[in-house]
DNA sequence: TTAAATAATGACAACGCTGTCAATCAGGCG
DNA sequence: CGCCTGATTGACAGCGTTGTCATTATTTAA
């Protein structure tokens, strides 16, 4: 029924060692040897028995996937292209959903990865963010691959996939200007993220670019959520600003921001995008679902999963061929929130 | 450091295979050895090296989820609980994603299943509404438990655990009627799926309970999605329906659909809840994030994920004790979207 | 051409656990 | 008190791979 080592080994006339070997891509075996065994395992459609590599090993064949992030979209997506590459490879995937801010978060991260025998992580913000953590696995020598927000990795400590949302929040700004916007609000989403300092340096530098002055009274510090987006767009439209300074486009840093802006607008019978242009950033599902619709900027999440994973599977395979770093940068989707400024 | 077998056979002073006894709550041993070893199992913090266990054993110690959704909150959540109870029985998890339109995709996954020496899964529709599905799952002796829409279990193919959206439909409805609206609209989700017919029976049979009558004018038949819930609440407004027959709300079968019916209205100027109260089904993220914000119906899906899990693993181990299935109801969420009819 | 060096291969013992079956033990009965 | 019965326990052989190290080809250098 199911083949084993030693079919392939006796149809291919060698040793089940040599077989092991060609299966793991081990050198010192000649090119003839490799192609029979190769002819072999293909007829009898032979797959190595997980748990017995596991068991008499040295090598791991697991990663895992520790997450903590409340957008299920971002979650499912990453999983599933760190899963694509798990099957390519023969690796297996473990899930760890956890609380980022639990006490003692660090250790019990460690137990569960050294208990599976997990050889490396893909790790996503908040943790790809905290260099202390990641020096903690390193440690335990786990290997560790990055997803973060920047154009070039941080430092030295893991191989990184990098998303440049600095470029992409600069793209929506200057596409918010290029509609005649000269006052652009800004809503954060929490400082303590990556992606908002990142998507702030893009407004930033899109102002900059276009000799507009930057106006303090328009930004304004929220976090990641609907709530903040209906808060933040309330003082940007009343409170902070004259009305001879209101801003006339908001670049929010995600579309559940963007959405909650949205909210506020309605509740002050601002038209949207007549009086007022909204901008997000994710290119989630629900910004299809608003009225109008959100312009954002897209990022291919499972790409960057699977190119992520490739790369952490390669570090442990001790492949040092492929490039360490790469980079995406979201694209800016054009949707119906943002319109010309009259 | 990582405890094995052995080690807590000598602590306890018994031999490994009683350990194993131990450790698989295998009848035929005495009390007091059990206590013994446990102790030692817990000063060692021994736990059991799963990939010895596959190799070794005839059983095995994995279980699937099978998904096919585009709802991501919805199955983050299922594979948590699911995931949960793995972890509370030590159970590995494999986590299996595709398109269940594919053809011979029943065949692939058994492939995968069987190759991965799976013993059980969980199913979530569209695949637990597959009689034939899960029969050929069966038959090559894996067991199976189905999340579905209904009542009771429609057979005896596999023990359940059921979700009542007929019963929570009807509250919903209710709840609009007590609002004093008797023209209540109905858009409907694939017509495929058991959730849109159960939920359809329960408008239905608030509406009997409430001797209002039955206008199939005020039927859209649709899918889960934004678009079908735009264009539905359309047709109910404007087309299907003269003005004095016009619905004055609106019950979607999810929340995407109540969210395209909200975007609809705007569409046209009609005011919510004032001028249509709009209801939705799910209580998703985003039923948050509209404007106003939905009133809908809540399952705890964690949890039924997480009975749904705990009940096939105690099939596996063939403790027929615990109950077979087991029913949940949705409950209603009132928020802003609906309101008096004056 | 031959010895030495190197590449390729294989034999065999783990890995940590479970299944089988034999051995031992406790208690009941004649 | 000895024997029988069933409940407990243990010895031992795998499970399907990989690591180690010995063995055998093959190549290189002299």
């Known amino acids: 029924m199911k083949a084993t080592i030693n079919d392939v080994a006796k149809l291919s006339g060698v040793s089940i060692k040599t077989v092991s070997r060609v299966m793991n891509k081990e050198p010192s075996v000649r090119q003839l040897t490799r192609e029979k065994v190769q002819a072999a395992v293909k007829e009898l459609n032979y797959q190595p028995n997980l748990a ?17 992030n409340p957008n299920a979209y971002y979650v499912i997506d990453m999983q599933e292209g760190i899963l694509s590459a798990c099957r390519q490879q023969g690796f297996e995937l473990l899930i760890n959903p956890c609380d980022s801010q639990k006490e003692n ?3 019990d991260i460690i ?22 953590f990641v020096k903690q696995i390193l440690a335990q020598d786990i290997k560790v691959v990055r997803i973060m927000s920047g154009d070039v990795a941080p430092d030295e400590l893991s191989p990184c ?6 470029d992409a929040a600069q793209t929506i700004t200057q596409h918010l200007i290029d509609l005649g ?7 954060a989403g929490g400082a303590a993220h990556m992606s908002t300092i990142e998507r702030y340096k893009g407004y930033r530098r899109a102002l900059k ?51 909650g802006a949205l909210f506020a607008a309605r509740l002050m019978n601002i038209n949207i995008p007549e009086q007022l242009a909204i901008a997000g ?38 492949q040092k061929g492929k490039s360490e770093t790469s980079q995406y940068v979201p694209q800016l989707m054009v949707r119906d929130s943002t319109g010309r400024h009259s």
């Open 281 to 318: 950033f994710e290119n989630s599902p629900f910004s299809r679902q608003t009225w109008p619709k959100l312009t954002t900027a897209d990022q291919p999440n499972k790409q960057i999963a699977h190119d992520a994973a490739s790369l952490l599977i390669s570090q442990i395979r001790k």
């Open 111 to 132: 137990d569960t990865i050294k208990h599976a025998r997990v050889a490396g992580l893909v790790l996503t913000p908040p943790f790809s963010e905290r260099p202390e």
């Open 161 to 166: 996939v990098m998303v440049n949302d600095r």
């Open 209 to 259: 670019a276009n000799n507009i002055a930057f106006n303090h009274n328009l930004i304004i510090e929220g976090e990641y959520s609907f709530e903040s987006g209906v808060n933040g767009a309330k003082k940007l439209i009343a409170e902070k600003v004259t009305t001879e300074n209101r801003p006339t486009a908001i670049f929010s840093c995600n579309d559940e921001i963007a959405a």
């Open 181 to 187: 916007h000269t006052k652009i609000g800004f809503i």
């Open 105 to 107: 978060i660090t250790e």
């Open 52 to 68: 017995a590599r596991n068991l008499a090993g040295t090598k791991s064949f697991t990663i895992a996937y520790v997450y903590d």
